[in-house]
């Protein structure tokens, strides 16, 4: 029996979880069996943030939920250390899985290095050079500490490989059995997710009807810190939009708490939002299919790129930098900054996507690989 323990917290992290927690339930034959535990570390706790997805027929309840919450990025992060060593000492994993670049997977990755657990990071390899994102700080931390580093790219292998890091096919990732780190392509997760989910969401979601939209319209995300706490971006932006909105189209914005926080304490920002329909978080059907009959997505969201992408709906990316290269180069996605003129710009240029994507994001069979991989390694406990 092999035991491993996810460790997710924050709400992009329950759609990484949710293909794996599937593949982990029925691992591949003449395989030993799996037991698999969920950690919540309760960085989102909101019941739109954080419950909803494990409501939906989506992923298993946490086995431990340590209630965090929010606070400074020291005081999150060390009260998560201590709650996650805690529960490794407890749970005794031979594996440690962690998602994508939050407080949550950074404060994973160090309790189970440091308790000698080997550590699979999910999403690993994505950089954007930009050390004043949090999420930057968490990625290379975390991947410099992980033992087996599955890549969602070729991108992203690369520059891991800059790095030094060894960088391996799947046989080779087995062999090694986490005691070399290696970095593996095994394609992205949330694709997988995208796939197994679309039919659902176009059977199930009534959030078009419900919000009483009829197609155009456009769909915004916008929680970065880098967009909310950066006086004038978060302005800027929704200047923009507001321009948008007043010129007849309709702007649907589901807005994270961290940027209804901003909006509520500021009431310039109130009125220039007043014509765009904002709305709260969204659960994840509901979000996939408003995504689907969009016209346009604005976002500063990673994975609302990507699922852009998969969608075929053009995307503007409300930043100076994205970790995604491959749907800018594929001519799906633009970065157009937080400059208004800069945002009118690209809305007024708009065109479909006509053309076929290029597949740089794997076949939808993520989990599968990263089951096939961690069930094949032979562990000794160590703790
Ligand atoms: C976190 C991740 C980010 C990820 C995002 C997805 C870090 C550093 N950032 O950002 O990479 O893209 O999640 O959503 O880990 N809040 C609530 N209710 C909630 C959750 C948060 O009110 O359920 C509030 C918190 O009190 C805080 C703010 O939102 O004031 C920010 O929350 P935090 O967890 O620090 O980061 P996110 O912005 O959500």
Redesign the pocket.
Known sequence: MIKMVSVV????QFVKLSPLARALAAPPKKKPAIRHLILHTG????E???RVFFDEPMIPRPAFDLGV???S?AR?TGEMLVGIERVLLEARPDVVLVY???????AGALAAAKLGIRLAHVEAGLRSYNRA???EI?REVTDRVSDFLFCPTRTAVENLKREGFRTVSSGACIKAGGREPSAVNVGDIMYDSVLFNLNLAGKKSRIIEDLGLEPPYYLVTV???ES?DNPGNLENIISALGRVAKEGMRVVFPV???T??VIEKNSPLRALARNLLLID?LPYLDMLWLEKNASLILTD???VQKEAYWLRIPCLTLRNETEWPETIEAGANKLVGYEVRQILKAVRSLRPIKKKLPEVFGNGRTAEKIVKILSSVQYNRTT
Request: aromatic residues 2%; glycine residues 16%; charged residues 20%.
């Open positions: 917290g924050a709400r992009p960085q989102h706790y909101d739109n943030m954080s919450g929010s606070g990025h999150q994508g670049d939050t407080n949550s997977t950074l994102m949090p999420e968490n929680h970065r810190a909310t994270h708490p961290r209804r926080k978080p969201s990673g994975g």
